[in-house]
Nanobody
Framework: QLQASGGGLVQVGESLRLSCAASGSSLGNYVVGWHRQAPGNQRELVAAISAAGSSRYAASVKGRFTISRDNAKNTVYLQMNNLKPDDTAAYYC??????????????WGQGTLVTVSS
């Protein structure tokens, strides 16, 4: 499992940075994705990063969210700027089957809750 952290309650327009850490495995060679699930909605992939550092984003977050990785810290980050109420969700990270795949390889961790208040 990969564990997400860093969520919280913020106001519209503010920023948060989420972290994804792995225990017992190295993230450096993995494609890692950030997913989110709002109440009543299906879980969706919002960003993914390849082992080489290429990234892709869902249209709803492109230009506002940035995914990055620090292999020395074995951590993948999701920088979220200009947050909107629609970004309110539980956020999860996982290892992707492939860079252009929405399928994941691990069971889901607990996630971290992001609440954007207007």
């Amino acid at each position: 499992q990969l564990q997400a952290s860093g969520g919280g309650l913020v106001q519209v327009g503010e920023s948060l940075r989420l972290s994804c850490a792995a225990s017992g495995s190295s993230l450096g060679n993995y494609v890692v994705g950030w997913h989110r699930q709002a109440p009543g909605n299906q879980r969706e992939l919002v960003a993914a990063i390849s082992a080489a550092g290429s990234s892709r984003y869902a249209a709803s977050v492109k230009g506002r969210f940035t995914i990055s990785r620090d292999n020395a810290k074995n951590t993948v980050y999701l920088q979220m700027n200009n947050l909107k109420p629609d970004d309110t969700a539980a956020y999860y990270c996982n290892r992707q089957r492939a860079y252009y795949s929405d399928f994941v390889l691990y069971s889901w961790g607990q996630g971290t809750l992001v609440t954007v208040s207007s």
